[in-house]
């Protein structure tokens, strides 16, 4: 008997456009009622819930019941990995139009992978704090890192991280605690800002200056 994982059953649950970008909107770690998941997808809420009761079967998301709405998300951090691993397989979908094509660059610029950043500001923060020995081979946050990243104005508190496989830039970035946790410090410090209407990440003037002087990175807000 072949005990194989059914790899063809995990294709099939991603076949669906509706059920791919309602997966899609569950990346930004945010939960999600089936009505908002539905407008996500274009789609009607009944048609929604479906589809979610197909992604509850196999663990790939969870429910939490809060009053009279259910709120949808990711059951784990390893769907997302697994999301962001098979988007960088998957070929380029074409932008319909204008807001379309917006919208993917503002994905590539910078974004939440689940938890942590991702896309171009990602893969910087990962490869500029490798390059100043804040961060090891590991993905370990070293002793000057802490002190690096508490003067800068981002006192973490997670020294773990791990690599995760960026699907735009086809680099690696920062994951794990140590990722979340560096994720969280620039939302609160309103060093970025969340796109209402996507996973996508908005640089503030005050984030473009602090990154840039406190990291050394380079980036356009």
């Not at 969340?194 to 005050?206: E, G, H, M, Q, Y």
Request: proline share 6%; charged share 20%.
């Amino acid at each position: 008997m072949n005990r194989d994982p059914d790899l063809a059953a995990a294709a099939v649950l991603l076949a669906d456009p509706a059920r791919a970008a309602m997966l899609g909107r569950l990346l930004d770690g945010r939960s999600w009622t089936a009505t908002e998941l539905a407008k996500a997808a274009g789609v009607q809420p009944s048609t929604a819930s479906a589809h979610l009761a197909r992604l509850l079967e196999p663990g790939w998301v969870a429910v939490h019941p809060r009053g009279r709405f259910r709120y949808y998300r990711l059951a784990q951090p390893a769907v997302a990995e697994f999301l962001e691993a098979f988007a960088g397989l998957a070929p380029a979908a074409p932008a319909r139009t204008p807001g379309e094509l917006r919208a993917g660059a503002s994905l590539r610029r910078c974004r939440l992978c689940y938890d942590h950043l991702a896309g171009q500001v990602g893969v910087a923060l990962t490869r500029g704090l490798m390059e100043r020995g804040w961060l090891g081979s590991g993905f370990h946050l070293t002793e000057a890192g802490a002190a690096g990243l508490r003067a800068a104005g981002l006192p973490v508190a997670e020294r773990e991280g791990r690599a995760c496989m960026d699907w735009s830039e086809r680099r690696l970035h920062l994951a794990g605690p140590l990722g979340r946790d560096l994720a969280d410090l620039c939302l609160a410090a309103a060093w970025l800002q969340r796109d209402p209407k996507s996973r996508a990440l908005w640089i503030t003037p005050l984030g473009q200056e602090r990154l840039g002087a406190g990291l050394g990175l380079s980036i356009q807000s």
